[in-house]
């Protein structure tokens, strides 16, 4: 059947391009298609937490998943996708408002996405979709007070009767399933909690650090009294895989697709996984899957640090002074202090994080199983990102920093919808994150909201045009003044300009990859950094939000 469909009459209606092509797509590929097609199409996002993009086995011959590289082969993985900031509430926030953190407000750790922001799940209930969340949500702060209350913070993630009541509505979400901790950290509680009591677990709190806040009930002590106590620490994680929360996202993920599945419902549901975030802790048989004595160690160069900006030479020290940090209104910088960690310590955890994202595909495996049982796996638009990348020993560096590099700011993106995504296809096309949330409206053919300053990638996602950006912006704002730097990333260069400082840094990332040579200061690379430096202002101004229209002259 060949149908000719003008996309000039289809402007004249007012639709979007995206709609048109799906529409054309569903035409021209008969009339099983046609039926198929005409429910509106779901999204699975699925994301992870801190995850290097190289740990993912299609990449790396030293970590398993496949049924992450089943992804790869049946979608398009983009190798040049950058988060828009390098730590968590600022790029969760992103992903959900379409906006950068300078925008959007939650510009760090410890603030807050504002509830007056117009959220993606706002823009897809208007459309009659199912929104939820399972897993990490993190929009708000670990610290509440009356001017900037929070929701995932002490006390009130530890209050049952609360969570027992509340699930949702949350910044879009109708529906919430969350908690707060990673691996055993203490502010355990919320829905996670809630799940493994209702698995028979009374004492789940044994495999957590202790709350602070928790006074123990005697009638607990004494049924626990013959229990051994649970080493803590990194390594093995002594929790039972069934009741560890990769099992509650992956079992509260499919039990929420089948419902919206029987209630004919399209949907938005996003798996929140929280590793393999550090502390580095997972349960057997993971733990022991690989042997530390064969994952690669990356180790500092010496003298890789002479030509950056002063602080980085600090991160070798061993008890390094950040003090010139601190201001008013400041707090503890994520990733200042020391980042030496003896070489045996790193390969032993290499090899946890490893056993810890070999677990975590697992746990995706059986949420793309069932979408697969469940017959929505060609209805369903499967993206796969992560929050923002790793160290573990690259450049010396471990965790969280604060230094620029690419192990730290790119992304593994692999996204998936047959028969409208390539199949197989790998794609060095520039992404940001802040994109995720109009290019998701623009594959389902919804009106992008004008508030939104990402754009819609859906050209470039449905493989008709190899690229829309030419450039991407990270943000990273921890302090006042003292720790505020942005990073422009161009098709070829790279270039971080550290607010109200002398020093900076740019690299030529095709001649350089490993970004070991500092171009800032070098005389002949001053044209180059003037021509950057003009970019890096077309694009802050080419970002700016344009909310509405100019609807008339004045
Ligand atoms: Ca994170």
Redesign the pocket.
Known sequence: MSVIVSPALFALLGLPLSTVLLWCYSITTGMDSLMKNTAPPNILFITT??HHWSAMGYRNPEVRTPNLDRLVQQGTTFHRAYTVNP??TP?RASWITGLYPSQHGAYSLGTKLPETVPTLGDALQQHGYRTALVGKAHFQPLKSTPEYPSLEAYPIVHDLDFWRQFNGPFYGFEHVALARNHTDESHVGQHYALWMLGKGCTHWRDYFLPNPDYVRDPADLAQDSSRTPLPKGEGLWNIPEELHYNTWIAERTQALMEQYHREDKPFFLWASFFDP?PAYMVPEPYASMYDPAHVTVPEHVPGEFDDKPPYFKRSQETDPDFSDFDEPEGQWVFGSGSHLVPHDIKARRIATMYGMVTMLDTYIGKILDRLDALGLTENTLVCFTT??GDFWGQHGLTAKAIHHYDDLLRVPLVIRQPGVIPAGRVSNSLQSTVDLAPTFLGMLGLPVPRTMTGIDETPVWTGRQETLRDHVIIENHHQPTTLNLRTLVTDRHKITVHYNKSYGEMYDLANDPGEYRNLWDLPEFQPLKQDLLLKFMYAEMGRAPRPMPRITGA
Do not use: G, K
């Open positions: 937490d801190q730590t968590c790029t975030h929050d923002h």
